[in-house]
Structures are given as C-alpha cells and as structure tokens.
T-cell receptor, first 114, second 112 residues
C-alpha cells in the first residue's frame, strides 16, 4: 500500500466554478477525514466517514461543500460555486477505528480560486 | 475546543533543546504530534494515550499529563531537519471515537 493518495495536487479555478477532489485512503482503513488548512494555521476539521457513513460535518462547512464515500473506499469532496475564501490546502487522512487511531495524511490538494 | 500550543515560534541553534506545549480545556483521550514542512503534508511523530505514558522517538520525546490535560514535546540536540511547524492534535473523551482537533502550530527554525 502506498499510503493516502489525493488528486489533483493543485487546482486553479475561477470564482463560481465547481471543483471536485478525490482521496484514496489506505485500503484497510475504515475511517476517512477531510481537513482544510490555510497559511499559518493548523488543519481545520471538515468532515469524516466511517466506512460509507458520514458521521460528522463541521458547522463551519457551508452548504456549498459536500463529501461522499460511496463504497467505503475512496472519497470525493466537492465545492460548488467556489469563492476566493475557499483557497486553501485540502487534506485527507485515514485511520482505523480500532486501536489508537493513528492518522495517515495525504499530500493534499492545493486549491486557488481566482 | 481547539488545543492551545506554546510558544508560537522558536529559533534554535543546532544542538540546542526545545519544548513545545499543548493544552486543552477538555478531557483528553489521546494527543497526537505531527511535524509539517512548508508545502507538505503533516508527518506523524507520536501518539500519547491516557495514563501518562511517555514515548520516545530518537531524539524526540513527549509526555502527557492527563490531569492537567497537557502534553509536551521535547526536542533534544536539535538538528537542521527538525525545522518545520509542529502541531498537536487532540481527541477528547474516553475512547478513540472522535476526530483530531489541531492546535494552531509552533514554528521551529533550527539554524547552523
């Protein structure tokens, strides 16, 4: 297993466009998390899944954001009608529900909204 | 709910020691420490669980004071490669059922 994979690595989009990011977790991990990180800040929690169930969504997340994990494997994060404030690094991590909950992060998708 | 890290920034010379602190206002199940270099993903350093276990990884060690809801990361004889931003992440409650909430980070710069 090569770890957590995120695509694309970089995305530049015009304001108002929709974007979709993909995350492929470590195959045996049943939990998957999305975080957003802006410059100089720690990763900010967005949402997480256990298998295909979305267990929690941050109150900070507007209705323009949606995430899915249809078969309990890969996940997608979609942002509709992007705004300049959406520019950030979007990080995906996965872990096992059992055990100590060690997170493995992907390399992230850097979104720039122009 | 976000843990508070201190100091915000540290500048060291190679070979010097540093301590980074992480405190929470809520009961903790575990504390996770990560290091992130500019433009890269956070890299796992260690996990500390309830019970005050102290863990060690090469010249980096950490402690977890469950009563005070605090953790400290000790960097001994720092190397240039230690430069980066250190984040603590906390899981609250009595078991591993929640998500990691990260602190705002501590930037460490090690100079030759």
């Amino acid at each position: 297993d090569t770890g957590v994979s995120q695509n694309p690595r970089h995305k530049i989009t015009k304001r108002g466009q929709n974007v979709t990011f993909r995350c492929d977790p470590i195959s045996e991990h049943n939990r998957l998390y999305w975080y957003r990180q802006t410059l100089g800040q720690g990763p900010e929690f967005l949402t997480y899944f256990q298998n295909e169930a979305q267990l929690e969504k941050s109150r900070l997340l507007s209705d323009r954001f949606s995430a899915e994990r249809p078969k309990g494997s890969f996940s997608t994060l979609e942002i509709q009608r992007t705004e300049q404030g959406d520019s950030a690094m979007y990080l995906c991590a996965s872990s096992l529900y059992e055990g100590v909950g060690l997170y493995t992060f992907g390399s992230g998708t850097r979104l720039t909204v122009v | 709910q976000q843990p508070v890290q201190s100091p915000q920034a540290v500048i060291l010379r190679e070979g010097e020691d540093a301590v980074i602190n992480c405190s929470s206002s809520k009961a903790l199940y575990s504390v996770h420490w990560y290091r992130q270099k500019h433009g890269e993903a956070p890299v796992f350093l260690m996990i500390l669980l309830k019970g005050g276990e102290q863990m060690r990884h090469e010249k980096i060690s950490a402690s977890f004071n469950e009563k005070k809801q605090q953790s400290s990361l000790y960097l001994t004889a720092s190397q240039l490669s230690y430069s980066g931003t250190y984040f603590c992440g906390t899981i609250h409650g009595s078991s591993n059922t929640g998500k990691l909430i990260f602190g705002q980070g501590t930037t460490l710069q090690v100079k030759p």
